[in-house]
């Protein structure tokens, strides 16, 4: 009977020894993690942003300047914002490579909130107070997101709905592996005569434009119904001509300034409809955008716009009339710069609209084409959220703050592209007074640089607008002494085969 007893423990122990290792190894026990996983986080911190209520506005924390405030490990991506005005209201989201980097991250956002309810215990008790009881902080796995706000209770459903939707990031990569393998066994499995059979990845996939009628020309035009489109031709050495300035200016502000380069395709290698792509005269300009792009160096940040731009094919992102890209075109390449910079983009939906009403542009009056005039265009301005004006003089010479784009709607239906900072100029400059950094942009561009610059005003305290075209100041001095952060050069495509812009580019940065 003894022995029965003890032959009976020790099964029990065995059983719940197996049962801790199971455990163990699948990761069911204590704070085990379970394995990386992945979310949308643009998704969630955009949610936080729109759908919860704050006391004032909030503002982002540069990527450079999170960990002053918070003391955290290196993150795969995260967003943090602070109130603008004298409250605790705030929020963060992060994905971390791994739960043990999140912890740590947890833990130093417990600090945060301490050290913030202790600054404004004396003076203002009541955010203290919001603080300490109506914090959020939530970490699942890798994950962390937190919040200070009235609106907590609202903060946190919509946090753990996104942490429920996040996937396991591991998934992901065992996808890509199995494909991998699939793809090694299948070249292996082949027998081919010669190289020319080898399995590529399939192209992506765009929306469909239909024509709306038969191609014509005009001189450099080609007109497709009630649609212009300007012949692009690229030329290698003018290419490589604007490439070698570019990486003169990255060279030269590597350590000061970051710089970034966006080459804008035109609406010709975009929005030409599918049927008469491959019948439109000039260079495929996916492949050219290729071409610059490997003439770029490491001190350049490239923003490719092609592939975001081809997603976005069906929507109104070009001008029929005009050869200027929209309002809604230059948000696109904003995402792009934005995810570059590791800033939450302020989508469309958050922004004041305007409808300045009817515009005929270039393509319009260079070939007077009547199925053009009989469809004008619809100029659409997006305006920034925050506080900023323009500087500028009135006519006595005094200071004034000017709109960054004001109503054009009343001006000529030729004229309402120079709604967008009031056009072409040597300068202008925006200060937004909502930012109480010292953060700074110089857009360097031409025409297209115009509707994509408000966009950026959200982001710095001062955004500095230079048309090369028109000035004789040196981009590389001019960053230097005003401490410029970023350097953003601007351009269409187009202007990469000119010799004549390429030159007045070269003027200001290399002299």
């Not at 020790?10 to 801790?20: E, G, N, P």
């Not at 030269?252 to 970051?258: F, I, R």
């Not at 056009?423 to 007074?433: A, C, K, L, M, P």
Request: proline share 3%; hydrophobic share 35%; with cysteine.
């Amino acid at each position: 009977m003894l022995f029965e007893k003890i032959k009976y423990s020790v099964y029990v122990i065995l059983i719940a020894a197996l049962i801790a290792v199971m455990l163990f190894f699948t990761g069911c026990g204590g704070d085990s993690s379970k394995g990386p996983l992945d979310m949308d986080s643009v998704a969630l911190a955009s949610s936080l942003v729109k759908d919860v209520n704050y006391e004032g506005e909030l503002l982002q924390v540069n990527i450079e300047s999170v960990n002053s405030f918070l003391d955290i490990p290196e993150y795969r991506e995260g967003y943090f914002f602070i109130a603008s005005q004298a409250t605790t209201d705030c929020f963060g989201v992060f994905e971390f490579k791994d739960a043990e980097l999140a912890k740590a991250a947890e833990e130093a956002v417990e600090l945060y909130f301490r050290d913030v309810a202790d600054a404004y215990e004396k003076y203002d008790p009541e955010e203290a107070n919001k603080v300490s009881e109506k914090s959020v902080l939530i970490r699942k796995e890798n994950l962390l997101a937190f919040c200070v706000t009235d609106d907590n209770e609202n903060a946190e459903s919509i946090i753990k709905a996104a942490f429920d939707n996040a996937v396991p990031a591991e998934a992901e990569e065992d996808a890509e592996s199995e494909d991998s393998q699939k793809e090694d066994s299948k070249e292996n499995d082949e027998t081919t005569e010669t190289d020319s059979t080898q399995v590529s990845a399939p192209e992506k996939t765009y929306p469909v434009i239909v024509a709306g009628g038969d191609l014509s020309y005009s001189g450099f035009i080609g007109i497709i119904g009630n649609a212009a489109f300007e012949i692009y031709d690229y030329v290698e050495s003018t290419a490589a001509r604007y490439c070698e300035i570019v990486n003169y200016a990255a060279d030269q502000l590597k350590g000061s300034a970051n710089v970034y380069s966006m080459i804008v395709p035109t609406s010709a290698g975009i929005t030409v409809p599918d049927a008469y792509q491959d019948q439109l005269m000039g260079s495929d300009q996916k492949t050219a955008l290729s071409n610059l792009y490997a003439k770029l160096n490491g001190n350049v940040i490239n923003l490719d716009l092609y592939d975001h731009l081809m997603e976005n094919r069906d929507k109104y992102i070009y001008f029929r009339t005009d050869h200027h890209w929209t309002s809604m075109g230059a948000y696109y390449a904003y995402e792009i710069f934005c995810d570059a910079k590791g800033l939450l983009p302020i989508s469309l939906d958050r922004r004041p609209v305007k409808d300045m009403g009817k515009f005929l542009g270039s393509f319009y009056y260079d070939t007077r084409n009547a199925s053009l005039q009989a469809t004008p265009d619809e100029l659409i301005a997006y305006y920034p959220i925050s506080n900023v004006y323009m500087t500028g003089k009135d006519s006595n010479g005094n200071d004034i703050k000017k709109e960054v784009i004001p109503d054009y709607s009343n001006y000529d239906i030729s004229f309402k592209y120079n709604s967008f900072i009031e056009g072409d100029g040597d300068f202008r400059v925006i200060v937004n007074e909502d930012r109480q950094d010292d953060s700074s942009c110089l857009v360097v561009k031409e025409s297209f640089g115009n509707c994509f610059a408000p966009y950026l005003a959200d982001h710095y305290h001062t955004l500095i607008v230079m048309d090369y075209r028109y000035t004789s100041v040196n981009v590389i001095d001019y960053a230097r002494e005003h401490g410029i952060d970023d350097v953003i050069f601007v351009n269409n495509i187009g202007m990469t085969r000119s010799s004549y812009l390429v030159g007045k580019l070269d003027t200001v940065v290399r002299g």
